[in-house]
Each structure stands twice: as structure tokens, then as C-alpha cells.
């Protein structure tokens, strides 16, 4: 006997209502997309589950990959049989033997056909009987079970599940438009991106890059932090803006205690850019108040006013543990501890004002005419697009 199918329950999404179709349907095809290199494997989506059929593939390794796709509450390992009693105690035995570290369990049936002869409460008896005569040591428990075994009882077919597999939770990507996510290689802004995943946003990728202050490796970081994020949100195009020239000018011509400020409004307003030509509605960022100099209330009063576009702040609030914490937890941690040369590190000024006057900043950008500096960095932007699960090289798929 093996398992035949991995059976998946909808968290949040089945309370979208009228959109709720909307929501099955993407994550049908996030799991169809995560598990292409299995071809064999056929998903159904039902009203209130979604049913994914292993036909002989392994399940052990699709696991891992389906805990990585927002919109799942959780998951079990599946056997359908057919409505038999002795055909369904052999299966449920089957389900609890495959468990491990089990002391106690429970048998729950749910009879949804009702011309099946035993009703729920004797198959409850008649199945945990066979499970105990058949197994060492392991004892009843209806109250705080090791591991439930769920007998479902329907027309066409019996369902027998046992450990219920926590999923990911969220909502699935790519039911909620697109954010373009300003990553540097930090810790913060992949952070960032992974939460705006979480409620069901798709990313595209911005990083402005100064070689030859910042190096490949740096670059590479980047590219890595977001192969890491495809596997929880698939493919992701990322935006490469050369930004030295830019950062040069700015560094020589605006007063040091306010080139952070403008090289930070300048690079909001070559992400506005990037996100009108992609029809991408709002810009993220991995901005947390109090971190650093330009994040402080005013610094962020003065930067954003270069922008109407929505700007996402999802760690806004959070402590730097908190974040640490989940980028450990996501796998960005071991990408973004690589030795750092980010381009805002090099050109930092020695004292950046962290109360900068919004009115003092537009008066020194005022002096120079940046428009030419700014439509070359959107001219030479490289975009990469970086898919989940190969090792391939990424794909220059565009220059413009
Ligand atoms: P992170 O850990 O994300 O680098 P941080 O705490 O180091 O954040 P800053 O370096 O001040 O903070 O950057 C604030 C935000 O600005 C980052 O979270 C990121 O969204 C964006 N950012 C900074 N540097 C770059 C860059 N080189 N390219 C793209 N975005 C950047
Ligand atoms: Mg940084």
C-alpha cells in the first residue's frame, strides 16, 4: 500500500466569497508551476479542498516545496480506497504505521455516504480495535491525540489521512497585483519582499548597482537572494540600474549632509520609472523607523515626497530580531551575511543629516538637472528574469 495523494485545505481563501474561484485557481496554478518537474502528478480543485494525485511519484520531497506556497493551510498524505470495511482498516493502519514518534492516536469517520452499513461511531471502534491489535504500545487517546486518523467516508470513494502537514498559510501569489521591491543585499528588503509574497504579491526586483565601488559579488547576492524568494513566489524579474555616474554627481555637487537624501529620492524616482513601464502599482522597500539615518520620520517625510506611487514599508514596525528571525527562517540569512559592498555604503557621507528638511532637499536638487542622468540609468538598466528550481545561469532576456 502507498500513499496516492496529497490532499491540500484552503486557509484564508475560503472566506473570499464571490472571489474565492479567483483565488482556487491561482493556487492551483502556483502548485502545478512549483511541481513541473513531475509531470505525472495531476492536481483537481474542488469547493472545499484540492486534491493533488501522485500517480507513483514520492511524496517525501514535494512536501518542502508545497510548504514554500502561500495560500495552503495545511496538508496531508492521502489514501483512497474503496468504500470496504476491511479495505479501509488495512489503509488506516497503513496511515498511522507511516508516522513517526506516535504514542496515541484517534479515529475520526465522517460518513458522508450514508448508504455505507456501519454508521461513524461503530467505525470509529471497528478501525481504532484493528489499529490497536496490529501495533506496539500505542494507546487511544480522544482528547489530545499523537496524530488523528481521518476516515472519510464518501460516494465515489473512502479518504483515509493521517498527519496533518502545517502549510504556509498567506494568500496565494499573483492574487494581488505587483510591487516592485527595492532589494539591496541586506536583510531587510528580502524580508520585506518574502511578507509582500505572503498576502498574495507578486515581485519584481529593482537594485542599483556602483561598480566598480560594488562588485559582481555583490550583484550575485543579489541574484541569489532572489532565486531564494522564487521559490516561494516563481519566476521574478530583476531590474539592474547602473548607478555610478548618478552617485558620482551626486556625491560632488550636493552638500554631504544631504546626498544620502537625494541619491535616496533619486532612486525611488527611477523606480517610479521602472514601475509605470512594467504596470506595476507600488514600490516596497525594507524600511524599519529608527534604523538608520535615512529612516527616520523626517528622512522619510523628505524622501518620499519625490513620489506619488504607493510605497510598502512591511517591516516598519519590526525589530531587527524579528526580522533577523524570519530572514533565518526563509533562507535569505545565509545570502545576505555574505561580506557586503552595497552602493549606499560606499558614498554614505561621514555625518548624513537625519532630520533633513524636505524644502532644503528640494532647493539643492533644484540646482542641478538631473533628467539626463536619470534616463541613462534607465536606459542601460539590465533585466534578468530568475526562475525557482534550475541551475541554470539567468536569462538576459531584455536590454533596453
Ligand atoms: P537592507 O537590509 O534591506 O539593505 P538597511 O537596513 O541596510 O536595509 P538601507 O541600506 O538604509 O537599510 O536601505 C533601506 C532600503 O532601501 C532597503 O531596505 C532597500 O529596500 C533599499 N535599498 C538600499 N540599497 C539599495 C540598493 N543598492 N538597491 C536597491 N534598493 C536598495
Ligand atoms: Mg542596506
Redesign the pocket.
Known amino acids: 500500500m502507498q500513499y496516492d495523494h496529497i490532499l491540500i485545505r484552503y486557509g484564508e481563501l475560503s472566506l473570499k466569497g464571490k472571489n474565492r474561484k479567483v483565488f482556487y485557481n491561482r493556487l492551483h496554478e502556483n502548485i502545478r508551476h512549483h511541481l513541473k518537474a513531475y509531470p505525472e502528478i495531476k492536481i483537481k480543485t474542488t469547493r472545499d479542498r484540492l486534491s493533488i494525485f501522485l500517480n507513483g511519484v514520492n511524496p517525501a520531497p514535494l512536501i518542502p516545496i508545497l510548504q514554500r506556497i502561500f495560500g495552503i493551510q495545511s496538508m496531508s498524505l492521502a489514501i483512497k480506497v474503496e468504500n470496504e470495511e476491511e479495505v479501509i482498516k488495512e489503509a488506516a493502519l497503513f496511515a498511522l504505521k507511516e508516522v513517526n514518534n506516535v504514542n496515541t492516536f484517534k479515529v475520526t469517520t465522517n460518513r458522508a455516504d450514508k448508504t455505507f452499513p456501519i454508521d461513524s461511531q461503530k467505525m470509529n471502534q471497528l478501525v481504532g480495535g484493528h489499529l490497536l491489535r496490529n501495533t506496539d504500545g500505542i494507546t487511544v487517546d480522544v482528547h489530545q491525540p499523537d496524530v488523528e486518523i481521518h476516515v472519510d467516508i464518501r460516494p465515489e470513494a473512502t479518504y483515509i489521512t493521517s498527519e496533518k502537514i502545517p502549510g504556509r498559510k498567506g494568500l496565494p501569489v499573483g492574487t494581488a497585483g505587483k510591487t516592485l521591491?527595492?532589494?539591496?543585499?541586506?536583510?531587510?528588503?528580502?524580508v520585506?519582499g518574502y511578507l509582500m509574497m505572503q498576502r498574495g504579491v507578486r515581485l519584481e526586483m529593482?537594485?542599483?548597482?556602483s561598480p566598480p565601488y560594488t562588485s559582481e559579488a555583490a550583484k550575485q547576492k543579489v541574484l541569489d537572494l532572489t532565486k531564494e524568494l522564487t521559490t516561494y513566489g516563481g519566476e521574478i524579474k530583476v531590474h539592474i540600474v547602473p548607478?555610478t555616474a548618478l552617485q558620482q554627481k551626486l556625491h560632488r555637487e550636493i552638500p554631504h549632509g544631504y546626498s544620502m537624501t537625494v541619491m535616496?529620492r533619486m532612486?525611488l524616482k527611477i523606480a517610479e520609472r521602472i514601475a509605470a513601464k512594467n504596470d506595476i502599482l507600488s514600490i516596497?522597500?525594507?524600511?524599519?523607523l529608527g534604523?538608520?539615518a535615512?529612516?527616520t520620520m523626517e528622512s522619510m517625510h523628505a524622501i518620499n515626497a519625490i513620489t506619488n506611487y504607493p510605497i510598502m514599508r512591511p517591516l516598519i514596525a519590526m525589530d531587527k530580531s524579528e526580522i533577523m528571525t524570519i530572514a533565518e527562517e526563509i533562507g535569505t540569512y545565509p545570502i545576505?551575511i555574505r561580506p557586503f559592498d552595497?552602493?549606499?555604503t560606499v558614498f554614505v557621507p561621514n555625518s548624513p543629516k537625519t532630520k533633513p528638511k524636505k524644502d532644503k532637499v528640494e532647493y539643492f536638487e533644484g540646482l542641478l538637472d538631473l533628467t539626463a542622468d536619470i534616463e541613462a540609468c534607465i536606459n542601460d538598466t539590465q533585466v534578468l528574469t530568475i526562475k525557482p528550481f534550475d541551475t541554470h545561469e539567468p536569462d538576459v532576456d531584455d536590454l533596453f
Open positions: 521591491l527595492l532589494l539591496s543585499g541586506g536583510f531587510d528588503s528580502p520585506a529593482v537594485h542599483f548597482f548607478f535616496r532612486m516596497t522597500t525594507g524600511e524599519s534604523q538608520v535615512s529612516q545576505s552595497d552602493c549606499c
